[in-house]
């Protein structure tokens, strides 16, 4: 890990030149709201935006994609098509959030579609200002140490620039005219300054300490049939959770032959489709089931398997469900034991 | 994949023609599918047609008089396996959106007047499945291109073909759209199977649910989210009545008739 130091007005100039590298992605407006988009140059970004609808797991982990094409005699993997991204503008929490994700895919079974894309796409952070929906400071993911190649803090003046890899530390070496190692005491001041500004910022006051003991004594509560009389069962919690990962493949074959693509699509525990098996039992039939391990996984199971919540913070699921059941929500309908209006 | 290619026959009752057409707008695929199948009837796509048994047996259209029952059934008999494919045929279509009011009779006086219609005797439209088994369905006002092909592509493989099961919510949130329903605004989308890509909303224009309901759909929350948005009861139920068609008439009715009692 390396900090150095760079003059705001030079960050055009450096994302302008690492497009060599490959193609920059970032922050955009979509209507009202935000999609890590391709772009040309900084100044179609929208820096000072919170959230993007979708995290960007999109790029390590697509929506819907083909794993290999098969036929009668074998498969094929599809390899080597991904591009060479630069993403920029990451916010700590869904840099957090990818961090979760390697874990899953990389780890105990590395999943190579997910290893090519992750090695193809360099993850190049921002610092933010937390809105009313985020709660990454409950979560303990309001700052980030490791995950990116290089991360940007905005110190108003110019940015500190933590170099966090070796690809990062190339990109540097592109423009090495553009950063500096002159740190001195005002830079340790302004930044300590910085961490103290930031944590103030939250409105958000959702408290997750003792979460996991919540949800093992309301295991058999009632809030959770409230819950599911509630959920409109629509996924969209799922698709815009930087942490969920589950999935669905199908074969599609052509037409008139035995020559086909096996394709992968993001799936969601909500569905009952999820947890329908052979012979036609279903384990979570119920959504309040469904519900019940959604939110256990989250703020329970993982912090018993990893020491830490599978929920980085972010608010999407505060900003998207339209029936307002949300980390927050849930929490403390369990906590209260009523399900708020 | 069986050396013989499968006999097939697409029939037409009561609705729009769509998704017949939508099968002969498959213009570069058309040769496939007549080379992967014997297409041994389709009335709409040539006049050389033979009536006989089938492998499978594509319907469209609701069922809506006493001479469709009679044919629909007919079809059931010499085929091995019927899809359902159109909104019409999977649920009954806009034409089935007053299904459990009992309103038929006021509804037909209205259009026909005292007029005496000889041709057929009418009843009010219904899905395929209220009268003969449904083997698979493939919604879609008019269907899907790429899941009528992937489908027909699994079939002629001798394997089963999948169709999301999921809402178009999930769809929508692929495309990274705004939640429409949200923002306070009347969208079918939670009620409504995917496989449409979400086209609606990805231009901000709401979902009205032409694809039908999904399988695991939520209709008094929606409702609920609904009323609290401003929206008036008869309006909402108009609103996902209208391609919901059995499967939601019967909710609606269900739901209702709690209501009443909760109130007596």
Known sequence: MMILKMKK???????????????????????????????????????????????????????????????????????GDVP?????????????????????????????????????????????????????????????????????????????????????????????????????????????????????????????????????LGYNSPVWDQLGDKCLSCGQCTMVCPTC????????????????????????????????????????????????????????????????PACVGCGRCVATCPVDINVVTVSTALKEQEVGK | ?????????????????????????????????????????????????????????????SISTDEQLRRVKEIRERSKVLIAIGTCACHGGPQAMKLGEGKFDEMYKKVYGNAKITLAKA???QPVDAFVKVDMYIPGCPIDKTEFLTAVAKLVAGRHPYLYKFPVCTECKWRENECILYNGKFCAGPLTKAGCGAICPSHNIPCVGCWGPTDDLNVSAEYDLLKEKGYKPEEIIQKIKKFGGAKVAQIVGELEKKKKEAKA
């Open chain 1, 9 to 79: 007005e030079d960050l055009p100039a450096f994302l302008d030149s690492v497009k060599e590298w490959g193609e920059l992605w970032g922050p955009v407006k979509k209507g009202e709201k935000v999609t890590y988009a391709k772009v040309d140059a900084l100044s179609q970004m929208d820096l000072k935006a919170t959230r993007t609808i979708i995290p960007p797991k999109k790029f390590l982990y697509p929506q819907r994609f083909t794993m290999f094409d098969f036929d009668q005699d074998g498969y094929v993997e599809r390899k």
């Open chain 1, 84 to 216: 060479k991204r630069i993403l920029f503008g990451i916010h700590p929490c869904d840099i957090h959030g990818i961090l979760i994700m390697d874990k899953l895919f990389l780890e105990n079974y590395k999943d190579p579609y997910y290893a090519e894309r992750r090695e193809k796409t360099l993850i190049l952070g921002h610092s933010c200002i937390p809105d009313d929906k985020c709660m990454c400071i409950a979560t303990n993911t309001d700052f980030i140490a490791e995950g990116f190649d290089l991360f940007f803090t905005d110190l108003k003046m110019f940015y500190l620039v933590w170099v966090g890899s070796t690809k990062g530390h190339d990109l540097v070496r592109m423009r090495p005219d553009l950063f500096s190692r002159d740190l001195d005491k005002n830079d340790i001041l302004n930044y300590t300054e910085y961490r103290k500004w930031k944590t103030a910022q939250f409105k958000s006051n959702v408290d997750f300490t003792g979460m996991p003991d919540v949800f093992e």
């Open chain 1, 245 to 308: 990962n589950c999935y669905n493949q199908v074969d599609e074959v052509e037409l008139g032959s035995l020559e086909g693509t096996r394709d992968r699509f993001w799936d969601s525990c909500m569905f009952r489709e999820y947890s329908l098996v052979a012979g036609g039992h279903n384990f979570r039939d119920k959504r309040a089931d469904r519900l019940r391990l959604w939110y256990t996984h989250k703020l329970q199971a993982y912090i018993g398997e990893f020491g830490k």
């Open chain 2, 1 to 61: 994949m069986t050396k013989q290619s499968p006999k097939i026959g697409v029939y037409g009752f009561t609705g729009c023609a769509g998704d017949q057409l939508m099968i002969l707008n498959c213009e570069d695929q058309l040769v496939d599918i007549f080379g992967a199948t014997e297409v041994r009837s389709f009335v709409m796509a040539k006049s050389d047609n033979h009536e006989g048994e089938l492998d499978v047996a594509f319907v469209e259209g």
């Open chain 2, 123 to 125: 009843f009010e439209a």
